[in-house]
Structures are given as C-alpha cells and as structure tokens.
C-alpha cells in the first residue's frame, strides 16, 4: 500500500504522480491541506516542512526525488525504465536536468512570495523572477536539443517535471509562455498523456 503525501495543486507531487501513473503504480494521495502548517506531522514527519512524501508500510521517505525511487522500485524493473537525473552524461543533458529542477525550486519561491504572502517586490524577488524567466528562456531554445539526446525507450524524468512546472503556472503563478513555442508545444503534445490527464491541479478542499 502505497501512500503519496502531498497536494494536488503541488507541481513536486504532480511529477511523482505522473511517474506513478506512467509506471502503473497503484497509490491513494493523502492531501496536506494546510501549507503552511509548521508541524512536521502535517508533512510526514518531514522537519524540512516540505512536500511531498511517500509512505509505505510504516516507513516514509520525504522530497520528490526519494518519492520517485520509491515508487520506482515498487514494481520490478521499474528504475530501470526511468531515466533519472543521475543517468545524464553529456553536459547539455546534465544542465537542462539542472535546470528543470531550479525551474521548479524558484517557482515555490516565487509563489510564495509573490502569490502566498503577497509580499511587494524587492531586489532578490526580482532577481528570482529574472532567474525563472531565464530558466525558462533557456529551455525553450534548448528543448528540441536535449530531447534529442533523452532515451526514447525511458520514461524521461526531465519530461515529468518539466511538464509539471510548465502546467503550474496557468494554475498558480500565471504568465504567458507564449513566447517560448518550444515550451507550449512540448506542454499540449504531454498533456494528451493518459498520465497527464489523471492528475490534473486542483485545490485540495477539506472535507467539511
Ligand atoms: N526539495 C523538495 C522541494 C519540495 C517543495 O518545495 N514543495 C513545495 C510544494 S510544491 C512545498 O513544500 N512548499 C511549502 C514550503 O515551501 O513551505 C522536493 O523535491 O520535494
């Protein structure tokens, strides 16, 4: 029985998803409601205060990277089938992993600070912004490239997040990516993805 702990507004908990649908791994989503809480109960014992989390039996591993391992290795063979970060050789491929996961490292941040606190801006929001901007940028001119070097054969861990994140700002942090038509397309063609189409965002309401 596997539990992933997380929201399903999350674009962490959107990537481990999609990882578990694409792998067929069975799970249930235990939502964390409250974001903000600052008890680690609430995060799965995470003193990080992060999501998501996965629990199995009675052990729990925390942050998107464990949760995926550990959804991995709950079917056979299922590491095996993903190309993880790790497996990126050439430096094009070791930078765009890189730089799918700052994407999604500072749109919390920005989010946060722009959208959760409502915060005005100051020198090192905008220099968050600038830098998801960039990543962005980057991205899009060199997409076609690092697909290009990505195993077809494997479910492609920099796909998952970066389709994650793409998708998140519609729903969070909205912004046109209209000038990036590497990004869109890449966005619309995922989507179609069985996977895609089970875990869409939405705001997890507690029961009344
Ligand atoms: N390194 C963590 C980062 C996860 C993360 O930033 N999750 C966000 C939600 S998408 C979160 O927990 N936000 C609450 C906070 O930052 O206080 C991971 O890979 O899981």
Redesign the pocket.
Known sequence: MIEII??Q?????RMARLLAHELGVQYTLRPIYD??SEDPAV?GGNP?????ALRQDETVV??????CRALARSVPGGESRVFWAEDARTPLLMNAHEIM?HT??V???VV?HEVVSKRPADTASRKRRASLVNCLVWLDANLDAVQSELPAARIRMFELGLFAVLEHFAFRNPMGLSAMPRLTGFMAAFGQRASAQATPYRVDTPPA
């Open positions: 997380g929201r507004g999350s674009h962490y908990t974001l903000l995060f990080a205060l992060k999501l998501p925390w942050g998107s990277q464990n949760v996961a999604m490292a749109q919390v941040e946060f």
